[in-house]
């Protein structure tokens, strides 16, 4: 296994189905905070069912179609990236994140994302990244700002969560834009 460090107390390391009782925990004292974003967070309620969510991106994992991952900070799981969808025949994907209260405010998400984003644009060769968020997910859209992603759009009210409809918005980044911030940086 491999770990990617993010800062000097923490790291970011592939997130597996053997983990599923360190996920379970996590996501329980992350669900208040993350429940009407993170939409497995409402279905990951036990061990059962949080080992299904790990294997599902594990099998996603296996057909290059997407990736789970954690952010360990001083030995604990507090948060994560993932390629919700990747597509390296299209040359597209999309991009997840979530964290506790415990995993905010360090920078954590932002430099795992950018993580994601170089293995995306430059291993892979992919041409466009999306990012999904709500409005009133004021975070995640700052997180996005901060990875030079633009604003492509809102689809009004496509989702729903618990009997509201609500909108979402579609961020993107494309590689030539990644890479020259790149070579600004």
Same mark, same amino acid.
């Given at each position: ?6 800062? &000097?107390?923490?790291?970011?390391? &592939?997130?597996?189905? $053997?983990?599923? &009782?360190? #996920? ?14 993170? &939409? ?9 069912? %949080?080992? *299904?969510? @790990?294997?599902?991106? %594990? ?7 997407? !990736?789970? #991952?954690?952010?360990? /900070? ?8 993932? #390629? ?13 994140? $979530? ?12 430099? *795992?994302?950018?993580? @994601?984003?170089?293995?995306? #644009?430059?291993? /892979?060769?992919?041409? !466009? %990244?999306? $990012? ?6 004021? /975070? ?15 689809? !009004? ?16 980044? @494309? ?6 911030? *790149?070579? !600004?940086?």
């Amino acid at each position: 296994m491999y770990a990617i460090p993010l800062a &000097p107390d923490a790291e970011l390391r &592939p997130l597996e189905p $053997w983990q599923a &009782p360190e #996920f379970l925990a996590h996501i329980d004292r992350a669900r208040a905070h993350t429940d009407p974003w993170i &939409p497995w967070a409402d279905y990951s309620t036990d061990l059962d069912s %949080a080992r *299904a969510t @790990l294997q599902s991106y %594990a099998d996603k994992q296996a057909a290059d179609r997407g !990736r789970i #991952f954690g952010i360990w /900070r001083e030995g604990t799981l507090v948060g994560g990236v993932m #390629f919700v969808h990747f597509d390296a025949a299209a040359g597209t994907c999309e991009i997840g994140v $979530w964290s506790e209260p415990a995993g905010e405010g360090r920078g954590l998400i932002t430099a *795992a994302a950018r993580h @994601l984003l170089t293995h995306a #644009f430059t291993t /892979r060769g992919l041409s !466009r %990244a999306e $990012w999904k968020t709500t409005p009133r997910n004021t /975070r995640s859209r700052a997180t996005a700002q901060r990875l030079g992603m633009t604003l492509d759009g809102t689809l !009004r009210e496509s989702s729903s969560y618990r009997g509201e409809r609500l909108d979402i918005e579609v961020w993107s980044l @494309l590689a030539r834009e990644w890479e020259a911030r *790149a070579d !600004r940086a």
